[in-house]
Structures are given as C-alpha cells and as structure tokens.
C-alpha cells in the first residue's frame, strides 16, 4: 500500500515551452502533497506544498508563477514548469502525505526534466 | 534554522557493517528518518526513529539516536552489494511535516 507514482518519469523540451508533471497518490487520499527538486549529486530541496483545495503554500526562493501547483483532488498534484529554461533541468520529486499515524510520506519515483 | 549534515561517501566492503552518521540542529524534531535513493529513482524509507528513542533496530538496520548531541546514526550490518545506494537522514520539522534533508551519503560496496 501508499504507492506514488508521478508522470512522465522523464521528459525533454524545448527552451521556452511548458511542461506539466503529475503526482499521484494511488491507494490512498492527501490532503498534502510536497513537490521537492533535486540536482545531481545533491539533496532534495523542498519547492512547495500543496494542499489539496487550497493554493500552494511556496518555499522561500520559489517562483510561484514559474512552478504552478495544482492540487485538484485528494490523490493528484499537478507541477507545471512554465517558459521552461535549460536551468530548469533537474529530477523533480513528489511525495503524499498519509494522513494517519505518523502522517508518513511516501515518495514518488521522481521525473527527470530536461531542457534543451 | 534547521540544518542536517551528512558526510558525503562511505567505502565497504561486502560483509562488513557501514555506519552512516548525520547531526542535526533543530533540537524540537518529532522525527528522524533514513532513506535510501538508488540512481535515477525516488526515495524509499528505510527505517525512522522516534525523538524520545535511543536505539531502534530493523533486521540489519540499527539506528541510534543521541539527542543530547543531536547526533543519528544508521548502521547496516552484513553489508551487501545491492546496498549500494545514497543515504538521506531526514528530521521532521514541526511545521506542517515538513522534511529537512542531509546532503545525502554515497555508499559504496565493494565485492
């Protein structure tokens, strides 16, 4: 059980283009989605949480407008890289809160961003 | 602010024990985790700790916890090739569950 998958696992774009990623929860329902960014050989750096209903609430440093957040029902989470730019390019990862217990999260396997 | 610190590489060979170490500075944490990432995928719990915890043990996983020190640490006992992988510590911020990742440690087993 608390599987995550995310879509597409990896993807190439053009400079300038939109890219839209989804995090989904598949056996379970979250209210909380964070969406982390991870360069290589690095840590994963927290972008933004999403919560489910309600606008994302944005780390310091994150540009809201660049990385759009929506967070529409309780088992998907949508990551929109906007005007997209060869800096962008990064492993993007998501996790869903079980919202029991511990409020555990549970990762999903990560989307590779490439911009050309 | 909330920092973790890891080391960046660990070196075994296969069959020994590895300890990972992390510190920490947020002092009011809940929890403490470890992860593990192998290349090009997502992160899986390992295992996690309890702040009100000194020793907690999974099979070949053992985690200590010096609080006083605010110092983790994973051991993994009869370490194998297919433990090759990066290590994350974690600590649960008290806002909204937030994680607070280390850096992460490379570790490597060598036949």
């Known amino acids: 059980g608390a599987v995550v998958s995310q879509h597409p696992s990896w993807v190439i774009c053009k400079s300038g283009t939109s890219v839209k990623i989804e995090c989904r929860s598949l056996d379970f329902q979250a209210t909380t989605m964070f969406w982390y960014r991870q360069f290589p050989k690095q840590s994963l750096m927290l972008m933004a949480t999403?919560?489910?209903?309600?606008?994302?609430?944005?780390e310091q440093g994150v540009e809201k407008d660049k990385f759009l957040i929506n967070h529409a029902s309780l088992t998907l989470s949508t990551l929109t890289v906007t005007s997209a730019h060869p800096e962008d390019s990064s492993f993007y990862i998501c996790?869903?809160?079980?919202?029991?217990?511990?409020?555990?999260?549970?990762f999903g396997p990560g989307t590779r961003l490439t911009v050309l | 602010g909330e920092d973790v610190e890891q080391s960046l590489f660990l070196s075994v060979r296969e069959g020994d024990s590895s300890v990972i170490n992390c510190t920490y500075t947020?002092?009011?944490?809940?929890?403490l985790y470890w992860y593990k990432q192998e290349p090009g995928a997502g992160l899986q719990l390992l295992t996690y700790?309890?702040?009100?915890?000194d020793m907690k043990q999974d099979q070949r996983l053992t985690v200590l916890l010096n609080k006083k020190d605010k110092h983790l640490s994973l051991r993994i006992a009869d370490t194998q090739t297919g433990d090759s992988a990066i290590y994350f510590c974690?600590?649960?911020?008290?806002?909204?569950?937030?994680?607070?990742f280390g850096q992460g440690t490379e570790l490597s087993v060598k036949p």
């Open positions: 996790s869903a809160v079980l919202t029991s217990g511990m409020n555990e999260q549970f």
């Open positions: 947020d002092s009011s944490s809940t929890y």
């Open positions: 700790i309890f702040s009100n915890m």
């Open positions: 974690a600590e649960r911020a008290n806002q909204g569950g937030k994680l607070i």
């Open positions: 999403s919560n489910e209903g309600s606008k994302a609430t944005y």
